[in-house]
């Protein structure tokens, strides 16, 4: 197999079995054998579980965040864009997280906070790329103000995981953020400086 294959089949494995059994469930072994790979090839490209569920929530973010920057550009405004697109990459990160890597795990695992910062931080350079690139946003809104936006977003979104101990906490906080706190970041970001 070549290497980008390789890679692929391991990706493609683990997006599915991160899926049904979530992360802390899933071992190398089992990821290598669906891969149809040795152990030792999956080190050879991943040098730890860690690293490709990384891999694969990149991955699947940056597909859904393009995806999502695609369909709003028809926005009425910049202020209904910004809101809206925010609100439905927060909804992609925290739906993602919680599919393929289960918050009960990242409660309750030193390792897993510290993986959280760095998944935190990537995505924040993601979507702030992602915004750049748009020229609806770059050409309205300065790169200082879509990180404010962006970074003040994500924390609360993070903060959801910690809070929402249900689905129906997690519901109302998404809630709260859409009509109480969004169209305030929305605003802040916006101001005429």
Not at 37 to 57: D, P, Q
Not at 119 to 138: H, R, V
């Amino acid at each position: 197999m070549e290497t980008d294959s390789v890679i692929l089949s391991i990706k493609k494995s683990a997006r599915e079995l991160f899926r049904r059994y979530g992360y802390n469930k899933t071992s190398v072994n089992e990821l290598a054998k669906q891969a149809h790979i040795a152990k030792a090839t999956f080190y050879k490209h991943f040098a730890s579980k860690e690293l490709i569920l990384h891999a694969v929530l990149m991955d699947y973010i940056q597909e859904n965040v393009q995806d999502i920057l695609d369909k709003n550009v028809r926005e009425k405004d910049l202020s209904t864009f910004l809101a809206n697109t925010i609100l439905r990459v927060s909804r992609v990160t925290y739906t993602v997280c919680n599919e393929f890597v289960g918050w009960e795990f990242i409660r309750e695992s030193a390792n897993a906070q510290e993986y959280l910062k760095t998944l935190s931080d990537d995505l924040e350079f993601l979507l702030l790329s992602s915004f750049i690139q748009n020229e609806t946003i770059a050409h309205a809104v300065p790169e200082e103000r879509l990180t404010f936006l962006i970074k003040s977003s994500k924390n609360i979104v993070f903060s959801f995981a910690f809070t929402g101990v249900t689905e129906g906490d997690v519901r109302k906080n998404f809630i709260s953020f859409q009509k109480e706190i969004l169209p305030y970041l929305v605003q802040a970001t916006l101001l005429e400086g």
